[in-house]
């Protein structure tokens, strides 16, 4: 069993900053691709970021390129999402996910992600 804990979510100024951060425990880290999803109320659950294994591919939601990054220490088994320039739009639950295996075609659906944090709420205000 894979366990993941979300933590870094808050309130922030439009224009400011927050780091996510994805704590994993269970099995090797590093076997699994990371992702970032958020839901907003009233709006879809949507694929923010995602990160495979080794960090050599990542895919953006195209609202968050430029302002989001996301990253992984697979020595301390830690994923996380670097959120700058934030906008009220993107005040949302934000999860963090886990999938042994992922394509291109894939790693943006939910579909491929077998375990998932509890969530941390992000709040951007105008």
């Known amino acids: 069993q894979v366990h993941l804990v979300e933590s870094g979510g808050g309130l922030v100024q439009a224009g400011g900053s927050l780091r996510l951060s994805c704590s994993v425990s269970?099995?090797?880290?590093?076997?699994?691709?990371m992702g970032w999803f958020r839901q907003a109320p009233g709006k879809e659950h949507e694929c923010v970021a995602v990160?495979?294994?080794?960090?050599?591919?990542?895919y953006y939601l195209d609202s968050v390129k430029g302002r989001f990054t996301i990253s992984r220490d697979n020595a301390e088994s830690t994923a996380y999402l670097q959120m700058n320039n934030l906008k009220p739009e993107d005040t949302a639950v934000y999860y963090c996910?886990?999938?042994?295996?992922?394509?291109?075609?894939?790693?943006?659906?939910?579909?491929?992600?077998?375990?998932w944090g509890q969530g941390t709420q992000v709040t951007v205000s105008s």
């Open positions: 990160i495979n294994w080794s960090g050599g591919t990542t």
């Open positions: 996910a886990a999938a042994p295996f992922i394509t291109r075609e894939n790693m943006a659906h939910p579909a491929p992600y077998e375990y």
């Open positions: 269970g099995r090797a880290f590093s076997n699994y691709a």
